[in-house]
């Protein structure tokens, strides 16, 4: 990794860093960081450089103990690298997801294949970074997330209705026919962009901006591989119901972006679009 950012953080007598300082350590307001690494010098350089950030940081070498971290200490962001000496990173990662739905995971790993960042993301991850990476990257792909993240909640909104797809933006629910299907938060965030101009194009700089940020720094692969998921699930849960549905199409604009279709249903459109009952 290409850090810079300073020496590496004090250890405690142990050996490892000490965790129950971790709300003292940063500012009183700090984002709340769990680096879940193995790797001495990264976990050690990490720690030290979101530290130098203004991040209140705690670090464990486990993913058995970072689990139990979490029951013990308020997480706002989990760093998890996936090989991990005890369990598999993606076990932690869906653990994580199952325990903490809000929390902002980020997985950092050497895995590069695509099939590697589709199943971390799948598993519950808002990010995929593939080692080396430099710190200065890190913390811009913190920001970007942190900023998508309003303070205060917005206004109430109606439901909007496609066929029998409802996506209810305020609740952030999404139902199709009478039964909820259980999305990501980048999933849901993209579905909820494109369900507000349906049968328009929306570009992958509009797409990026709006669910990820404006100043997104990194590939857009993202974008595709959080796509491809939010079709697994709709498609599925449209298999799983006894009764044909009206379930929109998500196109893909080669070189633009995406846009979503009216549903079709036994081969005839339905041009269903309202706000939800």
Same mark, same amino acid.
């Given at each position: 990794?290409?850090?810079?950012?300073?020496?590496?953080?004090?250890?405690?007598?142990?050996?490892?860093?000490?965790?129950?300082?971790?709300?003292?350590?940063?500012?009183?307001?700090?984002?709340?960081?769990?680096?879940?690494?193995?790797?001495?010098?990264?976990?050690?350089?990490?720690?030290?450089?979101?530290?130098?950030?203004?991040?209140?940081?705690?670090?464990?070498?486990?993913?058995?103990?970072?689990?139990?971290?979490?029951?013990?200490?308020?997480?706002?962001?989990?760093?998890?690298?996936?090989?991990?000496?005890?369990?598999?990173?993606?076990d932690v990662a869906r653990q994580l997801r199952e325990s903490l739905p809000d929390v902002l995971i980020l997985i950092l790993t050497a895995r590069s294949e695509e099939i590697d960042m589709i199943v971390g993301l799948d598993a519950g991850a808002?990010?995929?970074?593939?080692?080396?990476?430099? &710190?200065? =990257?890190?913390?811009?792909? #913190? *920001?970007?997330? +942190?900023?998508?993240?309003? $303070?205060?909640? !917005?206004? /109430?909104?109606?439901?909007?209705?496609?066929?029998?797809?409802?996506?209810?933006?305020?609740?952030?629910?999404?139902?199709?026919?009478?039964?909820?299907?259980?999305?990501?938060?980048?999933?849901?965030?993209?579905?909820?962009?494109?369900?507000?101009?349906?049968?328009?194009?929306?570009?992958?700089?509009?797409?990026?901006?709006?669910?990820?940020?404006?100043?997104?720094?990194?590939?857009?692969?993202? &974008?595709? =591989?959080?796509?491809?998921? #939010? *079709?697994?699930? +709709?498609?599925?849960?449209? $298999?799983?119901? !006894?009764? /044909?549905?009206?379930?929109?199409?998500?196109?893909?604009?080669?070189?633009?972006?995406?846009?979503?279709?009216?549903?079709?249903?036994?081969?005839?459109?339905?041009?269903?679009?309202?706000?939800?009952?």
């Amino acid at each position: 990794m290409n850090y810079d950012d300073g020496p590496p953080a004090r250890q405690g007598a142990t050996g490892s860093p000490t965790l129950r300082s971790m709300r003292t350590t940063g500012a009183a307001e700090a984002v709340s960081v769990l680096v879940i690494e193995d790797d001495e010098v990264i976990g050690q350089h990490l720690e030290a450089g979101l530290r130098s950030n203004g991040y209140a940081v705690a670090w464990t070498r486990t993913g058995g103990s970072g689990l139990a971290e979490t029951r013990r200490l308020p997480i706002d962001v989990v760093l998890l690298d996936l090989g991990l000496p005890d369990m598999d990173g993606i076990d932690v990662a869906r653990q994580l997801r199952e325990s903490l739905p809000d929390v902002l995971i980020l997985i950092l790993t050497a895995r590069s294949e695509e099939i590697d960042m589709i199943v971390g993301l799948d598993a519950g991850a808002d990010d995929y970074l593939v080692k080396p990476f430099s &710190l200065t =990257v890190l913390l811009a792909r #913190l *920001r970007a997330h +942190l900023r998508r993240r309003p $303070a205060d909640p !917005p206004g /109430p909104s109606e439901p909007v209705r496609i066929g029998d797809l409802t996506v209810d933006v305020t609740a952030r629910r999404c139902r199709l026919g009478d039964r909820e299907v259980e999305l990501r938060p980048k999933e849901f965030d993209l579905l909820a962009v494109l369900v507000n101009h349906p049968g328009q194009a929306v570009s992958r700089e509009t797409l990026m901006a709006r669910v990820w940020d404006e100043n997104w720094f990194g590939p857009t692969k993202t &974008l595709d =591989v959080t796509m491809s998921s #939010l *079709r697994r699930r +709709l498609h599925a849960a449209a $298999a799983s119901s !006894p009764l /044909p549905l009206a379930l929109p199409e998500f196109t893909t604009l080669r070189g633009h972006g995406y846009r979503l279709e009216p549903p079709t249903i036994q081969g005839e459109e339905t041009g269903d679009v309202s706000p939800g009952l």
